[in-house]
């Protein structure tokens, strides 16, 4: 069935620094590939999605890349702030589909 | 900002007994999803619906769930005998369009099953 593998399950960056999660996907028709943000006790938030007609998406200090030829995607995030720490899941689904895959998350640190 | 909201916030309830968790989605959307996430893991997928029928469910949906839309703004998942192992938090989302446009989450219903 479908699976969306995410690595790696924690990391570790100092302020400043950046930080880079990678998923793949097995499903080679999903084509939309959300990102969320989950901080402590709260909702999942859209933080930036792709679409597969796009290689590259940026909004200000995040990034995705897709490469749907390897089926993988990852989210840059750059000068990297206390208040990036949260736990970050990536996501896949199909145009016109139903069902949303969610990889098994990222505990993203950022020391100060 | 319209947002997703769910109620209650948390329920306690025994082993076998009924839970009904309820959403009211964003207005103007038309896709409902529903999601668990048992303590320290993923979100797993539960179901959607649209147009007053379920488009899709996954392996965990079986039949001591269901859903519904008993009216115009709420929209309810219902456990018929819950299990230890139903604990989890419950998030509710919704979107205008299918699953490749943005969900919006609720804030969750922590559920315990003792």
């Known amino acids: 069935g479908e699976n969306v593998e995410q690595h790696p399950s924690t990391l570790s960056v100092q302020e400043g620094d950046s930080a880079v999660i990678k998923c793949t996907y097995s499903d080679s028709a999903s084509n939309y590939f959300p990102w969320y943000k989950q901080e402590l006790g709260k909702r999942p938030q859209l933080i930036i999605d792709i679409r597969s007609n796009v290689g590259e998406k940026k909004d200000q200090r995040i990034a995705v890349t897709l490469n749907k030829t390897a089926k993988h995607f990852s989210l840059h995030i750059t000068e990297t702030q206390p208040e990036d720490s949260a736990v970050y899941f990536c996501a896949a689904s199909r145009t016109g589909g139903f069902k949303t895959i969610f990889g098994a998350g990222t505990r993203l640190f950022v020391k100060a | 900002e319209p947002e997703v909201t769910q109620t209650p916030s948390h329920q306690v309830t025994q082993m076998g007994q009924e839970v009904i968790l309820r959403c009211v989605p964003i207005?103007?959307?038309?896709?409902f999803y529903w999601y668990r996430q048992i303590l320290g893991q993923k979100v797993e997928f539960l179901v959607s619906?649209?147009?007053?029928?379920?488009?899709?469910k996954s392996e965990i949906f079986d039949d001591q769930f269901s859903v519904e839309r008993p009216d115009g703004s709420n929209f309810t998942l219902k456990i018929r005998s819950t299990k230890l192992e139903d604990s989890a938090m419950y998030f509710c989302?919704?979107?205008?369009?299918?699953?490749?446009?943005?969900?919006?989450f609720g804030p969750g219903t922590r559920l315990l099953v003792l």
């Open positions: 619906f649209y147009n007053n029928e379920i488009s899709e």
């Open positions: 207005s103007n959307h038309l896709y």
């Open positions: 989302a919704s979107s205008e369009d299918g699953a490749d446009r943005t969900q919006y």
